[in-house]
């Protein structure tokens, strides 16, 4: 995601006219494994349980993926199929956090507004968000604990803030999970509908309490998404 901010930088200075962000991660060698393991940062039960009660970590996972960039513009004079608009990008640094794995929430909420603020939009007009939700117990409340307090405020009651996390299905792909994420939103918004979240069977009380007076979906079985761009011109 770093380097989808890049591109979309260099496209939008014109020092480009297409850019490719690719993301790998490859060769999960052992020793790492082993390290991360000890660490107790990853599930001995090899699963993200991704906003579950039994989040106990995470799981490592190969996976590659790229995107192509180009201005809309000239994607519309040339035919070219179009995923998805990016409509804002930002990067930002955590800054003082407890651990890796315990991220600083008021980072990641400035982190939010900066982005929403270059997209032109509101947090209460943003449908569906792809987490970085690993599965551990203390990073999922931080980090809905930031989208609920940037999303939540205005927000319809008809048009809830549905939420999803590719982890569950693939494992945390480490520099690629970005990517991942990237790509599972595309088809989102291709689809209209998120999937559900298969490691979901009870809600995180820690997440429910953060979350607490914030209309929030975390499917269990496929939602429709409910914009409320639906009754207006696009």
């Given at each position: 995601l770093a380097a989808l901010h890049a591109a979309a930088r260099c496209l939008q200075c014109g020092d480009c006219d297409m850019a490719v962000v690719p993301a790998v991660n490859a060769m999960l060698t052992p020793s790492t494994s082993v390290s991360f393991a000890t660490?107790?940062?990853?599930?001995?039960?090899?699963?993200?349980?991704?906003?579950?009660?039994?989040?106990?970590?995470?799981?490592r996972a190969e996976a590659v993926g790229a995107v192509v960039l180009k201005r809309l513009a000239e994607c519309t004079a040339g035919q070219d199929r179009v995923y998805g608009v990016v409509q804002g990008v930002s990067v930002?640094?955590?800054?003082?956090?407890?651990s890796l794995t315990a991220p600083n929430g008021q980072a990641q909420q400035q982190l939010l507004r900066n982005t929403l603020q270059?997209?032109?939009t509101a947090g209460?007009?943003?449908?569906?968000?792809?987490?970085?939700?690993?599965?551990?117990?203390?990073?999922?409340?931080?980090?809905?604990?930031?989208l609920a307090a940037v999303m939540g405020p205005g927000r319809?009651?008809?048009?809830?803030?549905?939420?999803?996390?590719?982890?569950?299905?693939?494992?945390?792909?480490?520099?690629?999970?970005?990517?991942?994420?990237l790509i599972?939103?595309?088809l989102v918004l291709q689809h209209e509908q998120a999937p559900v979240n298969?490691?979901?069977?009870?809600?995180?009380?820690?997440?429910?309490a953060?979350?607490?007076?914030?209309?929030?979906?975390?499917?269990?079985?496929?939602?429709?998404?409910?914009?409320?761009?639906?009754?207006e011109d696009q």
């Amino acid at each position: 995601l770093a380097a989808l901010h890049a591109a979309a930088r260099c496209l939008q200075c014109g020092d480009c006219d297409m850019a490719v962000v690719p993301a790998v991660n490859a060769m999960l060698t052992p020793s790492t494994s082993v390290s991360f393991a000890t660490a107790g940062m990853t599930s001995p039960t090899g699963r993200c349980h991704t906003f579950d009660a039994g989040a106990d970590g995470y799981c490592r996972a190969e996976a590659v993926g790229a995107v192509v960039l180009k201005r809309l513009a000239e994607c519309t004079a040339g035919q070219d199929r179009v995923y998805g608009v990016v409509q804002g990008v930002s990067v930002g640094q955590d800054g003082v956090s407890a651990s890796l794995t315990a991220p600083n929430g008021q980072a990641q909420q400035q982190l939010l507004r900066n982005t929403l603020q270059e997209a032109g939009t509101a947090g209460c007009d943003v449908d569906y968000v792809e987490a970085h939700g690993t599965g551990t117990a203390l990073g999922d409340p931080i980090e809905m604990g930031a989208l609920a307090a940037v999303m939540g405020p205005g927000r319809d009651e008809h048009c809830p803030l549905v939420m999803g996390a590719v982890k569950a299905n693939i494992g945390h792909s480490e520099p690629a999970a970005g990517m991942a994420g990237l790509i599972k939103l595309a088809l989102v918004l291709q689809h209209e509908q998120a999937p559900v979240n298969p490691e979901l069977k009870t809600l995180n009380p820690k997440i429910a309490a953060v979350v607490k007076g914030v209309n929030v979906k975390f499917p269990i079985e496929p939602e429709i998404l409910q914009s409320h761009f639906d009754n207006e011109d696009q």
